[in-house]
């Protein structure tokens, strides 16, 4: 209506100045009535085809009600001060419900499917548990609404997949389905049967998009082995520098393959004993070039910024060769001994560094246990990485007891403060030695009047990673404790309600595994989801 009194009316509008909004307002609902009477009724739309069976056994109804109210649950403002009070971060728990409720294999009840894509769509950390818990009728939903099409092209799960030992109705599959089926499909397969999926998987190999073949590529991961090194060696040749990369990642996760050999070959050559003193020192000759040969085995030319070539290249080599080379080249040693020999010329860092990768990259224990040293020792003078997301991979390759023992014992020597990416890839719940000294170790920083608001992050970890049964031990720990001359302004206060919504946190994760535990006839051969050596 803006301008109505300066400009003249359309035809058939005979009021002007102050009257001409009001005139053009009326004109306008006539004209929608008049619209609406002669409009013609539309030919219907086909209905959809129905929604496939799901047949996984439905929630227990406590655990319907309580994912109704998780998923309904918005994060509360924090208060005054950025306090977040003592009730449970709902928010925080939804992930591990639905962990759990995949682990037990139940069926999403088709009232909350919208409201379940709703919040995998918010929140991508939901989408793999989300979505495998909707199953085939969440996936037959997102179709119908444009706002969930990432569950179309998204994480694996949901959909309905055919008997893997139907060739035909496999091939229909891969020829004709979305994406995401087609990732879950060669997933399926490759469990029943490796060379089956390598043949599928090549069966349209050259017509794929690049970024479909890196990520059906990656998908090998899982159950990599001898088996596969021939299909990968023709991926070294590809026109995608990315599937040529993670072809190279792969066989040098391989130690015996022909690519794992190749670059043995040339790290030998870079590294060696120190033969102008007693033997007990390392010297390095990084590689003065980086021809075509070593690029078509996974070999980036060009290093990041900041980075010399020649380092940059050593590095890639070092890690892509199978760390069973070293002991027999540097003079008979264990890993043991190999990572305490002084490294000449400045080389040491690059060189563990480049050790460390190998150790996670071919899933090597023995190695990764010798570069993290003893917990005791202070990151920066232990002998591989004094990076903690590094050790935090080293950790990674270590079974789940043996972890919790070294990262429980490093907590006893270093404190949280150095901790907590260490804590993220521990098993959940945490094991009792672990769960022990995360929760002495706050007791001591609130005793000493420590700033309470640096832990918490670890707090919340703990809200989501300790094993429940600690709430009883951690009610004495939710007093408010008497303020010493050193302590911050307030610490007490915010000790106490930390305290207590861990405390209230852990209580509520054990009424939610209790509503979601099946009745006692069924679960006979089901695995406790809470032992099933999740990380947080």
Not at 230 to 244: P, T
């Amino acid at each position: 209506m803006l301008g109505t009194d300066r400009r003249t009316p359309p035809a058939g509008i005979l009021a002007a100045g102050k009257d001409a909004p009001v005139a053009l307002l009326d004109a306008a609902a006539l004209l929608t009535v008049r619209r609406r009477a002669g409009l013609l009724p539309a030919r219907a739309a086909e209905r959809p085809e129905p929604a496939p069976r799901d047949t996984r056994p439905p929630l227990p109804e406590p655990a319907r009600q309580r994912l109704v109210q998780l998923l309904a649950d918005r994060a509360a403002p924090a208060g005054a001060g950025g306090r977040r009070g003592t009730a449970p971060d709902l928010t925080e728990l939804l992930p591990q419900w639905l962990a759990t409720a995949g682990a037990y294999g139940y069926r999403a009840p088709a009232s909350v499917l919208p409201a379940l894509l709703d919040a995998a769509r918010a929140r991508t950390d939901l989408r793999p548990g989300a979505l495998t818990f909707a199953g085939p009728r969440g996936l037959w939903l997102a179709r119908l609404n444009p706002e969930w099409k990432f569950a179309l092209r998204g994480a694996p799960g949901g959909s309905a997949l055919p008997d893997v030992h139907d060739k035909e109705a496999v091939g229909a599959l891969w020829q004709e389905g979305l994406f995401v089926e087609r990732v879950t499909l060669l997933a399926a397969v490759r469990a029943a049967g490796p060379e089956a999926a390598l043949e599928l998987l090549a069966s349209t190999w050259q017509t794929e998009r690049a970024e479909d073949r890196l990520m059906f590529l990656d998908s090998l991961r899982t159950g990599l082995s001898g088996a596969d090194e021939a299909f990968l060696e023709q991926a070294l040749s590809d026109r995608s520098r990315n599937v040529r990369s993670t072809a190279a990642e792969l066989l040098s996760a391989l130690p015996r393959s022909a690519l794992a050999g190749r670059m043995a070959a040339r790290a030998v050559t870079c590294v060696s004993l120190d033969r102008t003193g007693d033997g007990s020192a390392i010297a390095v000759e990084a590689p003065h070039e980086c021809d075509t040969d070593m690029q078509r085995d996974g070999v980036v030319a060009t290093p990041p910024a900041g980075r010399g070539e020649r380092s940059w290249w050593l590095g890639q080599l070092v890690e892509a060769a199978p760390l069973g080379v070293w002991p027999e080249r540097l003079g008979g040693r264990a890993p043991e001994e190999i990572v305490t020999l002084p490294v000449r010329d400045g080389w040491q860092d690059e060189l563990h560094a480049a050790w460390c990768r190998a150790a996670v990259r071919q899933r090597d224990a023995h190695w990764s246990r010798v570069l993290l040293g003893p917990p005791s020792a202070s990151p920066a003078a232990g002998p591989g990485t004094s990076s903690f997301a590094e050790r935090a991979k080293l950790l990674a390759t270590l079974e789940g007891g043996e972890r919790a023992e070294w990262v429980a014992a490093f907590i006893a020597a270093h404190g949280l403060s150095e901790a907590f990416q260490l804590l993220g890839v521990c098993a959940v719940p945490w094991a009792d030695p672990l769960g022990r000294a995360v929760v002495d170790a706050l007791d001591i920083a609130r005793d000493a009047g420590s700033y309470p608001w640096s832990f918490s992050g670890v707090m919340g970890l703990a809200e989501r990673c300790l094993n429940p049964s600690e709430a009883g031990r951690l009610e004495l720990l939710t007093a408010t404790p008497d303020e010493t001359e050193a302590a911050s302004p307030g610490a007490g206060g915010y000790w106490s309600e930390a305290f207590q919504r861990l405390v209230s946190t852990l209580r509520l994760r054990a009424t939610m595994q209790a509503e979601l535990a099946p009745p006692a006839p069924a679960r006979r051969g089901v695995t406790p989801p809470s032992a099933g050596g999740r990380s947080c």
